[in-house]
């Protein structure tokens, strides 16, 4: 079965956007055996929008259409289905009755304009968008299937989970899918992947994946067998193999980020950890609470942007900071020890260096520090990281949470 | 004039790969006032990219190819364009010695695959390729005009640059393009369009575009005209009727984020900010912070994730927290007015809340109390907002942000 997807938004035809929803969608798609054939992106515009529609229609099976179920004027997407299948559009006074309620329970007024959204395509049925005002669409016609899904990736890709994956899979031959997942933090794509391609270059299926992200590298094997036995066995096999080579530096089977892995091992032990954040300033208190159930081993921390602030708040010694500048090991050492001592944690980790444009202490930019003091005391390294101001701070949480990971394994 | 853009290449409609040709494409193209109207991928399938060539030369003057030029069996560009224009393919010996001259250049002898690259569609001009052995195509067909170009970044820029904009520019009739742009923070996108859309409507140049983010609306009004004094007229005569409507909830007119205008704000003022934050974890300071040079205004600040901290670290006293719980006005203006007091700040603002996805205070998940203590006094506010953890923590940030922009222009 082949598919094609429309992107809807004449922002997307901007030089500064683009159409990512439809990567998550290809990857849906190829874990059912679905090929993704063409995609297009297409302006809020009736016309082109139906006429791309009739030509989906006539090359593909599956056509998922993308944005434009907005309640305003340029929100053209149900109209133009409508037009490109030769159907009317029905008001349905559940999907209105849904939307106001959904504005009465957030104690918002509904403008009369979200009424537009209550349309469906003749014969459509309605999908469920629990995360906004947009009902979802999938149509049936002829032998083909029409899907019309919001565009903001919140409200997509939960109603293409639970509405259309299901509705797909009833139309596949069988065939079942098992999958190995490894996250690595702080090693190279390319290191990495000259690594483990000995071990998984000698498969066709499962077929792997390497993904790469700032400080972050997910491999992903996929096998496709006509039973669960096979498929399981085949991951399995290769799966050893580059388990074996990555080692340690896997921190997470199940693609849960790297705070999350860092705060399963302090739940399990039972510790506590508190940051002190210069250059970052807060984004790895940010993401070591962007985990829910945080809370069992967060307790807190300190953003101290100015030198000032880190004596004040962390204790560190004026004649520290003069000897050394801020960007030092020492300091960085200091300021862990000063938020380990003033919460009571049982690990804190600093985080301070320059991350640009400017260097304000002379240290090249993407000098970062990493401290820690945990219970067998404190220690500090220095990382070199390259790229824009919000690379680095990214990459400095991301190698702050590595270290803090490898502290806690030890 | 409009265009449309094909990216060939099946590696493009996998999950792990984007075409990012066409976001430079679009800039060169908007410059001289060509409006990109669709683009669409296409796999290395010599039908399905003929029948799209088809397709895009039916709707828009311009079509622009980018990839599937090289020498091997799945670069189909060049057989599917002749096909599309029902022209044939003519071998020209100039440019196969040109190409058998670069590898002898390089010292590497030439695959006989590699005279594939020597056909030119009938009738069309080849384009230099100072970067790799595949030339360019420029073919005009009837009033349209289609572009053949390399899809690696490196090869494709320099040839549009070089060979394509010169030819562009001499077909297209003089015109330029004016912007306007706004940005307003916790309004919803129905409710600013509707505001609005009694203006904007009246216009079809300017076209305008309305964006919604959370808690983050863009609006996009651009003119093209003959002149640049027209149309920075028709900007301007539109421009001052949307500002009345939207008044002093527009926080940027240069695309600038709202953190960025805050700190805009706080440096005019001289004046200094810290943050304290619950429920955000550091996202608050991590966005204040994300913005180069904010350590003029930014002193620092703390997270105090747990009852016990915001007491020892921020000074609220226990038995307000007995009394009000952590997610109550009354602590989240203590929790300011201890960062306040603690940093020696001209601001501060606190955000204290339910995240979800569990309470643990009773208070609703997506409660969210904003604290902030200045000059003349503290103050708290409560906001009610919802969605994923993340959405929560996003727009609880957003929402303290724009609390301090009204105080710092109030």
């Not at 992200?213 to 094997?221: F, I, K, N, R």
């Not at 009571?344 to 260097?359: K, L, M, N, Q, Y």
């Not at 190698?399 to 990971?405: F, K, V």
């Amino acid at each position: 079965m082949n598919a094609e997807i429309l992107a809807i938004g004449s922002e997307l035809l901007t030089p500064q956007r683009m159409d990512t929803n439809s990567l998550w969608l290809t990857d849906q798609l190829n874990t059912l055996g679905v090929e993704l054939t063409m995609k297009c992106v297409v302006g809020d515009d009736r016309d082109r929008l139906t006429a791309a529609l009739r030509d989906a229609l006539e090359r593909t099976e599956v056509v998922i259409v993308t944005g434009g179920l907005g309640p305003t004027e340029d929100d053209v997407t149900r109209d133009a289905a409508a037009a490109a299948l030769g159907r009317s559009l029905v008001y349905r006074q559940d999907l209105a009755d849904g939307i106001a309620e959904r504005f009465r329970r957030f104690g918002r007024k509904m403008a009369d304009i979200n009424l537009r959204q209550a349309y469906l395509v003749e014969g459509g049925e309605p999908l469920d968008n629990p995360n906004g005002t947009a009902p979802g669409q999938w149509i049936d016609h002829d032998s083909r299937i029409v899907m019309l899904l919001p565009g903001p990736p919140r409200e997509m890709k939960p109603m293409f989970s639970h509405h259309c994956l299901p509705r797909l899979e009833k139309r596949l031959p069988a065939q079942v899918i098992r999958t190995r997942f490894y996250r690595v933090a702080m090693m190279g794509e390319s290191d990495l992947d000259a690594l483990i391609a000995p071990a998984y270059t000698k498969y066709a299926n499962p077929v792997t994946t390497v993904l790469a992200a700032p400080g972050d590298v997910q491999v992903h094997l996929r096998a496709r067998c006509a039973t669960a036995e096979e498929a399981e066995a085949l991951c399995q096999e290769l799966g050893v193999q580059v388990e074996a080579l990555l080692g340690d530096r896997i921190y997470s089977t199940d693609g849960a980020p790297l705070e999350a892995a860092v705060g399963r091992l302090l739940r399990n032990r039972g510790e506590t950890i508190a940051v002190a954040e210069s250059c970052t300033g807060g984004m790895l208190g940010q993401r070591l609470t962007a985990v829910a159930g945080s809370s069992d081993y967060v307790l807190g921390g300190f953003v101290t942007y100015t030198d000032a602030l880190k004596t004040q708040l962390l204790g560190v010694e004026p004649a520290l900071l003069a000897e050394h500048t801020a960007v030092s090991e020492p300091v960085a050492q200091a300021m862990a020890s000063g938020a380990r001592r003033r919460t009571g944690a049982t690990w804190a980790v600093s985080i301070t260096g320059e991350a640009g444009p400017e260097s304000s202490t002379g240290a090249k930019v993407g000098t970062v520090i990493l401290g820690f003091e945990g219970p067998s005391g404190p220690g500090a390294r220095t990382v070199h990281l390259f790229g824009d101001r919000d690379r680095i701070r990214t990459m400095a949480t991301q190698a702050a949470l590595e270290m803090l990971r490898r502290q806690l394994m030890a």
